[in-house]
């Protein structure tokens, strides 16, 4: 058979772990093992095989194509061109963002509903849906914490037909390392049994019901399976949601599902399949901004919050020097040194942003507040200076790292790339390098020329 021989050349040819099966391979690679493992080896290929009849080709198989296509050299040989070209997509995507000024909450409170049926043991995904779900949650969650640290996270997970509460919204889970420990041991979230999305948006739901009006209701729905397995009706469901307000988003692992797509078209949350790894972590990191308010909230009645904004009370905390004398804090009741102290009623909290636990203000320190700030003014997409004919006066270095422009002029790559290497900015009409710009504007949120 043909297509046998070919299989094996490939996986050989990938630097997968599905080696030959054969013997003298085997033992050269692995002197020390036995021939049982050579044997095993090659009960693993004939699977593949199997396998290989029904569909065209392996996930893996495809993203290893993928990565030699879309890294090429340029005719000098170097990957110079390439690397450009990739920061040019994601400046174009700047340019495309919204610039007018809309409305976002910053105050935001997420669940993470995390599919834990069997259907995450699939492997279309490497190493298994389950892993991939897991770490992306686990970076997905630092960098959601980084861009929104006045926000809340908890986590519920979805197996054996039942909701399961992992991790709560309320105590510490403004702490990204909290929200980390929830879903740090792999053990205990061993995927089983059947998904009910019913049960665990329910579960989610509660645990938000005590939240203010200000802050957001989100839910993030990782979803792998391709069923859901109900106690009633799930728009009943939807229904209550649409009316409380909570936006829920989806990220499919399989495929499209009607009632998926019904949940995040309904409650203005985001839906989207993921066609492999990187796309998985795209859908995902796409959900980290805070959500613009769209007209769809007005629409849906609640005039006094969509209308026009409310005011809330916050405080900015003193805080204690490490040399000061110990004291209880107001939140574990331990002796220490360090602190914050609640401008209010004086309380000592160990840490901010948090809730006054004696007369409930809102503690933030600036810094976290600006933070949260930033989304509400992004920094204007810097232009590409195509020549340097139209500049009377150019800067010799980049405005923000000193580095010397380039002299030559490169060739034309496509749009949104400077020849010259200048990124301009339109408010303070300062040139930076395209390293500068990129950190600019996904780092530091704030342009180091004018100040905005
Ligand atoms: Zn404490
Ligand atoms: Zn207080
Ligand atoms: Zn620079
Ligand atoms: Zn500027």
């Given at each position: 058979m043909p297509p046998r021989r070919e299989l094996v050349i490939s996986a050989a040819d990938s630097d997968s772990d599905i080696s030959f099966p054969d013997d003298d391979y085997d033992a050269s690679r692995d002197k020390g093992k036995s021939k049982g493992k050579g044997r095993a080896e090659k009960k693993k290929v004939d699977k593949g095989k199997g396998k290989a009849k029904d569909s065209q080709a392996y996930t893996w198989e495809a993203s290893y194509t993928r990565s030699w296509e879309t890294v090429q050299e340029d005719e000098a040989g170097s990957l110079q061109t390439s690397v450009q070209e990739l920061m040019a997509r994601g400046r174009r995507k700047r340019l495309l963002a919204p610039a007018a000024a809309i409305r976002r909450t910053i105050i935001r409170h997420v669940i993470l509903l995390l599919d834990l049926s069997s259907a995450m043991?699939?492997?279309?995904?490497?190493?298994?849906?389950?892993?991939?779900?897991?770490?992306?949650?686990?970076?997905?969650?630092?960098?959601?914490?980084?861009?929104?640290?006045?926000?809340?996270?908890?986590?519920?997970?979805?197996?054996?037909?039942?909701?399961?509460?992992?991790?709560?919204?309320?105590?510490?889970?403004?702490?990204?390392?909290?929200?980390?420990?929830?879903?740090?041991?792999?053990?205990?979230?061993?995927?089983?049994?059947?998904?009910?999305?019913?049960?665990?948006?329910?579960?989610?739901?509660?645990?938000?019901?005590?939240?203010?009006?200000?802050?957001?209701?989100?839910?993030?729905?990782?979803?792998?399976?391709?069923?859901?397995?109900?106690?009633?009706?799930?728009?009943?469901?939807?229904?209550?949601?649409?009316?409380?307000?909570?936006?829920?988003?989806?990220?499919?692992?399989?495929?499209?599902?009607?009632?998926?797509?019904?949940?995040?078209?309904?409650?203005?949350?985001?839906?989207?399949?993921?066609?492999?790894?990187?796309?998985?972590?795209?859908?995902?990191?796409?959900?980290?901004?805070?959500?613009?308010?769209?007209?769809?909230?007005?629409?849906?009645?609640?005039?006094?919050?969509?209308?026009?904004?409310?005011?809330?009370?916050?405080?900015?905390?003193?805080?204690?020097?490490?040399?000061?004398?110990?004291?209880?804090?107001?939140?574990?009741?331990?002796?220490?040194?360090?602190?914050?102290?609640?401008?209010?009623?004086?309380?000592?909290?160990?840490?901010?942003?948090?809730?006054?636990?004696?007369?409930?203000l809102m503690i933030v320190s600036s810094p976290h507040l600006a933070r949260s700030y930033h989304h509400l003014f992004p920094v204007k997409p810097y232009d590409a200076v195509p020549n340097l004919e139209d500049i009377p006066q150019p800067s010799d270095a980049c405005h923000g790292c000193a580095k010397l422009f380039p002299m030559t002029t490169s060739i034309p790559i496509g749009e949104g790339v400077s020849v010259v290497g200048r990124y301009r900015c339109p408010d303070c009409r300062h040139d930076f390098c395209s390293d500068c710009d990129v950190f600019v504007h996904e780092v530091i949120h704030c342009c180091p020329g004018c100040g905005k």
């Amino acid at each position: 058979m043909p297509p046998r021989r070919e299989l094996v050349i490939s996986a050989a040819d990938s630097d997968s772990d599905i080696s030959f099966p054969d013997d003298d391979y085997d033992a050269s690679r692995d002197k020390g093992k036995s021939k049982g493992k050579g044997r095993a080896e090659k009960k693993k290929v004939d699977k593949g095989k199997g396998k290989a009849k029904d569909s065209q080709a392996y996930t893996w198989e495809a993203s290893y194509t993928r990565s030699w296509e879309t890294v090429q050299e340029d005719e000098a040989g170097s990957l110079q061109t390439s690397v450009q070209e990739l920061m040019a997509r994601g400046r174009r995507k700047r340019l495309l963002a919204p610039a007018a000024a809309i409305r976002r909450t910053i105050i935001r409170h997420v669940i993470l509903l995390l599919d834990l049926s069997s259907a995450m043991l699939d492997r279309d995904m490497r190493p298994t849906r389950f892993d991939l779900m897991l770490q992306y949650a686990r970076e997905f969650i630092l960098e959601w914490f980084d861009q929104n640290p006045l926000g809340q996270i908890g986590v519920v997970g979805m197996r054996a037909g039942l909701g399961e509460r992992i991790g709560d919204l309320s105590g510490e889970s403004g702490n990204p390392q909290e929200v980390l420990s929830y879903i740090k041991e792999r053990h205990k979230l061993e995927p089983t049994g059947e998904p009910s999305l019913q049960n665990a948006i329910e579960m989610a739901k509660a645990s938000m019901s005590h939240l203010p009006t200000h802050s957001s209701r989100e839910i993030i729905i990782i979803f792998g399976s391709l069923t859901t397995c109900d106690p009633g009706n799930i728009h009943e469901t939807l229904e209550t949601c649409v009316k409380n307000k909570v936006r829920i988003s989806v990220v499919a692992l399989a495929a499209e599902m009607k009632i998926c797509r019904e949940l995040s078209d309904k409650t203005g949350g985001q839906f989207g399949v993921a066609m492999n790894e990187g796309h998985f972590k795209d859908l995902l990191f796409e959900l980290v901004p805070p959500p613009a308010q769209r007209a769809l909230t007005r629409t849906m009645g609640a005039p006094s919050a969509s209308l026009s904004a409310d005011l809330m009370m916050m405080g900015f905390p003193t805080r204690l020097p490490e040399a000061s004398a110990p004291t209880l804090c107001v939140c574990h009741a331990e002796l220490k040194s360090q602190g914050f102290l609640c401008p209010r009623c004086l309380a000592k909290v160990c840490d901010v942003p948090t809730d006054c636990h004696v007369c409930g203000l809102m503690i933030v320190s600036s810094p976290h507040l600006a933070r949260s700030y930033h989304h509400l003014f992004p920094v204007k997409p810097y232009d590409a200076v195509p020549n340097l004919e139209d500049i009377p006066q150019p800067s010799d270095a980049c405005h923000g790292c000193a580095k010397l422009f380039p002299m030559t002029t490169s060739i034309p790559i496509g749009e949104g790339v400077s020849v010259v290497g200048r990124y301009r900015c339109p408010d303070c009409r300062h040139d930076f390098c395209s390293d500068c710009d990129v950190f600019v504007h996904e780092v530091i949120h704030c342009c180091p020329g004018c100040g905005k």
